[in-house]
């Protein structure tokens, strides 16, 4: 059974930065694509950014590109998502999911962190 747990969340102002993580057991995730997600009172879920465990490939949504960083430590089995200049647009939950055939069906998910941006 594949668990994730995010962690990292909290209060920030515009301009800061955060590091969520997401702490993934009971799977061998080498084959997998990681992401973050978010979502925000009355917006859908937008995928933040992704990652393929095994070589690294990442992608972003536009609205966080040069900002925000996801990475993985293979010994950890952690994901990672770095948070720069935050703005108080990216006020959200954020989830970390995992897609286990890299078909962009995300079928394991965290119970997700909140990221809260001041102005």
Not at 27 to 51: D, H
Not at 72 to 81: F, I, P
């Amino acid at each position: 059974q594949v668990q994730l747990v995010e962690s990292g969340g909290g209060l920030v102002q515009a301009g800061g930065s955060l590091r969520l993580s997401c702490a993934a057991s009971g799977r061998t995730f080498s084959n997998y694509v990681m992401a973050w997600f978010r979502q925000s009172p009355g917006k859908g879920r937008e995928l933040v950014a992704s990652i393929r465990w095994s070589g690294g490939f990442t992608n972003y949504a536009d609205s966080v590109k040069g900002r925000f960083t996801i990475s993985r430590d293979n010994a950890k089995n952690t994901l990672y998502l770095q948070m720069n200049s935050l703005k108080p647009e990216d006020t959200a939950i954020y989830y970390c999911a995992a897609d286990p055939v890299a078909l962009g069906h995300y079928a394991y998910w965290g119970q997700g962190t909140q990221v809260t941006v001041s102005s």
